[in-house]
């Protein structure tokens, strides 16, 4: 069955938009035609699908940190500490032990008489 790409763009418009989807593979499932159909008219390269994709991801982020940040459950606390925290206090939060080292190595002072070769 042929598909007017132009038909199927918008189409795929609608339901991204209906459904709130963020994953091509999701707006392939809900169209008439197969993969490769998608895929051959170039439809995975169209900016206005990624931007509306886009869009559905960023407002998704949104409400769940809206949400993190509205709720009195520890464990979404700690997530919410660690996405706005520094790297200091994340670091702290994990447990995790950091030991620094010194990064210059001194020599005894047999390299100070050698000389690079000549050419």
């Known amino acids: 069955m042929a598909y007017d790409k132009e038909a199927l763009e918008k189409l795929a418009l609608s339901v991204i938009q209906e459904h709130k989807l ?35 991801r960023i407002n998704q982020k949104i409400k769940l940190r809206n949400k993190m940040l509205e709720s009195d459950n520890p ?16 670091t702290r939060l994990s447990g995790k032990v950091f030991i620094e080292r010194a990064t210059e190595v001194k020599y005894d002072g047999f390299l100070n008489d050698v000389k690079p070769p000549e050419d």
């Not at 999701?26 to 051959?40: D, Q």
């Not at 464990?75 to 994340?90: H, P, Q, R, S, V």
């Open 22 to 56: 963020i994953w091509i593979e999701e707006v392939i499932s809900f169209l008439p035609c197969v993969k490769s159909t998608f895929y051959g008219y170039d439809l995975h390269e169209s900016n206005t699908i990624k931007k509306e994709l886009e869009a559905n």
């Open 75 to 90: 464990t979404l606390m700690i997530a919410c500490y660690k996405l706005f925290g520094t790297d200091e206090e994340t």
